[in-house]
């Protein structure tokens, strides 16, 4: 089982859709968890960070947490072209040190 | 600015030859990363340093050597390149305690012919 899973896509949505975008992780007692937005031919960036169980919203992004299911996930609502873009979600381990890459979801707003 | 910041930006190479690739993080960081990027866009843990001590050395072969002189710098050598290590190479920084995000580098693709 790989330590952080995502579905690799393509996701394809209409623009003003919602996206859902899904990852789950193998250490159950990992305390950080975030996405990272990566256009092509560049470097990640954060998007969201999420610590606690429940909802966490910044602007049109929304992350999820569900620690008792090893499950997080981020809706982007109100989809935009912009949005299209490699979506990868990082776990930091309970050694802390540790952060591990999920393989990315390719996501793909069609106008 | 404040910034994690790597150069060269791109490295073309043969194979057999060594190169270097240097990091450095002024966002007061005590701990940074070097991650591989692969075609298929899989970002692989390669080493991390906290205050200049290795404490993540993953299966990566010997080829690679970290070096990191000090907190806000880590530099990666590899000798004897090989077509396999063509990749992106990003460097990244944060902080060990709490729950601190990466802070990523521009990368350096390196090409092997």
């Known amino acids: 089982q790989k330590e952080v899973e995502q579905n690799s896509g393509p996701l394809s949505v209409p623009e003003g859709a919602i996206a859902s975008l899904n990852c789950t992780y193998s250490?159950?007692?990992?305390?950080?968890f975030f996405w990272y937005r990566q256009y092509s031919g560049k470097s990640p960036e954060l998007i969201m960070s999420?610590?606690?169980?429940g909802d966490k919203e910044d602007g049109r992004f929304t992350a999820q947490l569900n620690k008792a299911s090893q499950y997080v996930s981020l809706l982007i609502r109100d989809s935009q072209p912009s949005d299209s873009a490699t979506y990868l979600c990082?776990?930091?381990?309970?050694?802390?040190?540790?952060?591990?890459f999920g393989s990315g979801t390719r996501l793909s707003i069609r106008p | 600015d404040t910034a994690v910041s790597q150069t060269p930006k791109y490295l073309v190479t043969q194979m057999g030859n060594d190169k270097s690739i240097k990091c450095e993080q002024n966002?007061?960081?005590?701990?940074m990363y070097w991650y591989k990027q692969d075609s298929k866009k899989f970002l692989k843990i390669m080493f991390s340093?906290?205050?200049?001590?290795?404490?993540i050395n993953e299966t990566v072969p010997n080829r690679f050597s970290p070096k990191s002189p000090d907190k806000a710098h880590l530099n990666l050598h590899i000798n004897s390149l090989e077509l396999g290590d063509s990749a992106v190479y990003f460097c990244?920084?944060?902080?060990?305690?709490?729950?601190?995000?990466?802070?990523f580098g521009n990368g350096t693709r390196l090409t092997v012919t």
């Open positions: 990244a920084s944060t902080r060990a305690t709490g729950n601190s995000p990466l802070h």
């Open positions: 966002l007061g960081h005590d701990t």
């Open positions: 999420i610590y606690s169980n």
């Open positions: 340093y906290n205050n200049k001590e290795l404490i």
């Open positions: 990082a776990v930091r381990s309970s050694s802390a040190s540790k952060i591990i």
């Open positions: 250490d159950r007692v990992s305390q950080s």
